[in-house]
């Protein structure tokens, strides 16, 4: 049976840089808090169209806890930005946890609505 873990995230720093053909990269680095708490990093390569939307792909590793647990994990995502929100969904790397979040595998979704409060929900159990 697996556990909902909910949290919220402020983003600390963007660092973009135009990779070209309309491919950027980002380096992010992000506070959570909630269940799923700590700091986070991650790189996005994002594919800029036109009207301003993009589709990206990233890893997130985070640093801190989820619930009691303490350790580190790293989630991998594919999304879509509409324009006035990112969201996709996320899973965690196999055999990425350290510390008490050893083993644990999930799913989730992320959602960072422009001028809103991001948020990640993780539903997750240990191998």
């Not at 950027?24 to 996005?44: C, P």
């Not at 997130?60 to 350790?71: A, E, H, T």
């Not at 879509?80 to 996709?88: Q, V």
Request: glycine share 18%.
């Amino acid at each position: 049976m697996s556990t909902q873990a909910k949290g919220t995230f402020k983003i600390d720093s963007w660092d973009e840089s135009d990779e070209g053909g309309g491919i950027a990269r980002a380096k992010v680095a992000q506070t959570f808090s909630g269940d799923i708490s700590g700091t986070g990093r991650t790189d996005w390569l994002m594919v800029y169209r036109e009207d301003k939307t993009a589709d990206f792909a990233g890893y997130l590793r985070v640093d801190g806890g989820i619930g009691d647990r303490s350790g580190s994990l790293v989630l991998q995502s594919t999304g879509e930005f509409d324009g006035k929100e990112a969201a996709g969904p996320l899973e965690v790397v196999r055999g990425s946890g350290t510390g008490e979040l050893a083993g644990i595998a999930g799913t989730g979704t992320l959602r960072a609505p422009m001028g809103g409060e991001p948020s990640v929900s993780l539903d997750y159990d240990f191998e």
